[in-house]
């Protein structure tokens, strides 16, 4: 049972005639974990921000619709947009730094969706954030409510944010490369935590990302971007045993290997390139829109 | 805060200190000046005309910084001039920062037409020469007190307006905000909410220092004699006085103007000084 339905999305640069997104379709499963992957500007990141509705306003959407629980988004007026995603969506954002908003304390920024989207009463939003908080394993929450963000570590951050995401129990929340900010060693505790909360609140994960080997552990299926365009979309086990499009084949091979740390890396050669360039190509002939 | 990061707090250090001291004296000289001074500002003593100041021969006691060329007491009319340095400081650089820092604001975070409305209004307004522009201004409305006022907000909020645009567009591209929207906050909401806070620490930076520039712009316009009427004492009207006495009578000139000086630096030092307690980094 599908919980986010994207069909045929293309978005581009205001006044602009060349596409961001091309024809984009992705389902989310409900529950379930979706990987996004590409290179840098394939358009994964953006795929995100419009269905939580935070496309910057040079972008707009031409074409297609993004079904949230069968109710098109696009098709709302922005007010009920708002709502609906304020209610049912979340956001994990890539860098803790500029995440939280440094001049306020964390509590109302935990609080704040609590209620003045679902309508609860401060005391109920304060005592659910202290046990969000105790879930992604900040023990001194009430300290750290009144703490402001500058006051936190780089890593304590990044929990709070996931905290945040789940504490209005939405049912699909947008992690927009949560890890790429982060150092090495804190990336891995991360990422658990992430895949631990997202297991047991059963909520739908879109997962932005360019590391294929944190698909392999998170996700349960995964689309591989080029150029604002979708070469694979598939489930991940069949994907890691051998990817159907010569792209997405040369993206995985171009991972590097913990089993064998001193091969060379593969660069994504040229002809593949050149080919995924052509395909990107041949999709905007027919393509109109004034 | 036991640990590291909230304890780092920056000493507000001698600047601020002296920048304080100088304008709490000033703040109490025109508060008190009707006491305080030694002389009426306005009493003329043709006979008592360019004494020097007390530790020149040829000083008369009560006279401590000496007269001008029509027997007047400058520190009386120093100590007056206070008032109407202060009441400009004060009052136009609150306006100013109110009006530029709106627009600024909504320009910055709202963008699309709202951006290029009063970008293309500031643009327009930057491109007149602003000391020609005030002398035209006071030569339509009159001169007097909130003559000046209102030509000092005319020419300066375009500073506030172009400086709050950038920081707040800079703050508007943070992940925290990206965050509020999807959290169901409104955009007027997050604008007063998330951004403002963010941005006051650069308001109150070009708060203090538009305060300096009042003081000033004030002094220039006394000094092209567009300011008060000529008998009320203003430090730019003193100057320009003392410029014609400047060879036989220096002190005439040279008091205000130290005065000036002392001020407008106290000012921006004051500012730099207020920045660092506003930073919730630096806090």
């Known amino acids: ?290 | 805060m036991a640990e590291g990061r909230g304890q780092i707090t920056r000493r507000a250090g001698l600047r601020l200190w002296l920048a304080g001291l100088w304008l709490t004296a000033l703040v109490l000289a025109a508060l008190l000046a009707p006491w305080i001074a030694p002389k009426d500002p306005l009493a003329q003593d043709l006979f008592l005309g360019r004494l020097p100041p007390f530790w020149v021969a040829g000083a008369e006691p009560g006279f401590l910084l000496g007269t001008d060329s029509l027997g007047r007491d400058v520190l009386s009319r120093i100590l007056y001039g206070a008032r109407i340095a202060l009441v400009v400081a004060v009052v136009a650089g609150s306006l100013t920062c109110l009006i530029g820092a709106t627009l600024g604001l909504l320009a910055g975070f709202l963008r699309g037409w709202v951006d290029t409305v009063i970008s293309r209004l500031i643009e327009i307004w930057m491109a007149f020469p602003p000391v020609l522009f005030s002398i035209l201004l006071i030569a339509v409305i009159g001169p007097g007190l909130s003559s000046i006022i209102i030509a000092i907000v005319v020419i300066d909020w375009t500073r506030f307006a172009r400086v709050v645009r950038a920081e707040a567009m800079a703050q508007g591209a943070m992940d925290y905000v990206a965050s509020a929207q999807v959290a169901g906050r409104r955009r007027g909401s997050t604008m007063w909410v998330e951004i403002l806070p963010n941005v006051l620490p650069t308001i109150v930076v070009l708060l203090t220092l538009e305060m300096g520039i009042a003081v000033i712009v004030e002094a220039i316009l006394s000094f092209v004699n567009l300011s008060i009427s000529t008998d009320d004492p203003t430090w730019g009207g003193m100057i320009a006085e003392g410029r014609s006495s400047i060879h036989h009578a220096w002190w005439v000139i040279v008091f205000p103007l130290i005065t000036l000086f002392l001020t407008v630096l106290s000012f921006s030092q004051l500012g730099e000084g207020l920045k660092d307690r506003f930073d919730p980094v630096l806090r």
């Not at chain 1, 910057?56 to 709302?76: H, M, N, R």
């Not at chain 1, 908080?133 to 951050?157: C, F, K, N, T, W």
């Not at chain 1, 049912?171 to 991360?190: H, R, S, Y």
Request: with cysteine.
């Open chain 1, 1 to 290: 049972m599908s919980y986010l339905q994207i069909r045929h999305l293309s978005a581009r640069l205001v006044g602009a005639k060349d596409r961001l997104l091309r024809d984009v379709s992705l389902t989310v499963e409900r529950g379930q974990v979706h990987g996004l992957v590409g290179e840098s500007g394939a358009g994964k990141s953006m795929i995100g921000k419009a269905v939580l509705g935070i496309l910057p306003q040079s972008v707009e959407i031409v074409e297609g619709s993004i079904e949230l629980d069968g109710v098109d988004l696009l098709q709302l007026s922005a007010a009920e947009r708002r709502r609906r995603i304020g209610a049912h969506c979340a956001l994990i954002p890539q860098d803790p730094l500029t995440a939280l908003n440094p001049s306020r304390r964390i509590g109302p920024q935990i609080t704040d969706r609590l209620v003045q989207i679902l309508g609860w009463d401060r005391t109920r939003a304060e005592t659910r954030a202290v046990q969000i908080l105790g879930e992604v394993q900040i023990e001194d929450a009430a300290r750290v409510l009144r703490s402001y963000p500058h006051e936190l570590s780089g890593g304590m951050r990044q929990r709070i944010l996931i905290a945040s995401a789940f504490a209005a129990e939405p049912k699909l929340i947008v992690a927009d490369e949560p890890t790429t900010a982060l150092d090495v060693t804190v990336q891995k505790q991360i990422l658990k935590l992430i895949a631990q909360m997202q297991a047991r609140h059963g909520t739908a994960l879109l997962f932005v990302t360019h590391d294929l080997g944190v698909v392999s552990k998170v996700c349960r299926s995964l689309s591989v971007l080029y150029g604002g365009m979708v070469v694979e979309d598939t489930a991940v086990r069949p994907f890691f045993a051998g990817p159907q499009h010569p792209y997405a084949r040369a993206l995985l091979a171009a991972t590097p290997k913990y089993t064998d740390p001193l091969a060379s890396l593969q660069p994504v050669p040229d002809a593949v390139i050149a080919q995924v360039r052509q395909e990107v190509k041949a999709s905007d002939k027919g393509w109109f829109h004034v």
